[in-house]
């Protein structure tokens, strides 16, 4: 039977790892994206030889209206990865209002309400997968990082709380808590702050996209049938 999962921010470098693990295994896959659209038509030559379906969806999951877009386009669905984000450095009081709203808008309402909107089509399965990529932060807060701390942190509760009520329905609930991961959003550290990064994490290195699709495509397996509403730390050791 084939199964379909929809993620979000499949245009990133944790969510293109993640769309490649996933048709490696078969999976056909809804792959969202904001704006980045040369990278989607990359990730899309690099699907075809899995020889599965992928449908590009393009919509502002930052804004409040966004994510109907999304729920036009998805037809049969078997699991929902979210995974759109952004990072945000500051003190908290230099933080900008329309930053904040963008922020809580993307990583906390748009996936609840994605979410309601979409649960249907899983019910009608009798199965089914919701994992969220929330953060480190999200589950010990990062000073400098509070506006993210905090949406990362909601996440969390969003799935603890989710996972209660549908676990009765077969619907599993999780999410994957990345460290410091090798991808874009670290690009704006200078090396010797990567070298004092890497120095802290027990493991002594970064975490690759692949380590991450590799941790959700555990979530989706029956290996982790019996598993809704935890957090899995992907970090190293950096924070346990």
Known sequence: MKKHVLITGASGGIGGAIAVKLAEEGYHLYLHYHENKKAIEDLLVRLEPFGGEYIPIQADLSSKKGYKKVVKNIFSLDAIIHNSGVSH????????????????????????????????????????????????????????????????????????????????????????????????????????????????????????????????????SEKSSYITGQVLAVNGGWYT
């Not at 949406?151 to 799935?159: D, H, L, N, S």
């Open 89 to 220: 450095y500051g003190l908290l009081y230099e933080l900008d209002d329309d930053v904040a709203e963008s922020l809580i808008n993307l990583h906390v309402a748009t996936p609840l309400l994605l979410t309601k909107q979409l649960i249907p089509k899983l019910l009608s399965k009798g199965s089914g997968n919701i994992i969220v990529i929330s953060s480190i932060w999200g589950q010990t807060g990062a000073a400098c990082e509070v506006a993210y701390s905090t949406v990362k942190g909601a996440q969390i509760a969003f799935v603890k709380a989710l996972s209660k009520e549908l676990a009765f329905n077969g619907i599993r609930v999780n999410a994957v808590a990345p460290g410091a991961v090798q991808t874009a959003m670290m690009k704006g550290f200078s090396f010797e702050e990567l070298e004092t990064i890497k120095n802290e994490i027990p493991m002594g290195k970064l975490a690759s996209p692949e380590n991450i699709a590799d941790s959700v495509s555990f979530l989706l």
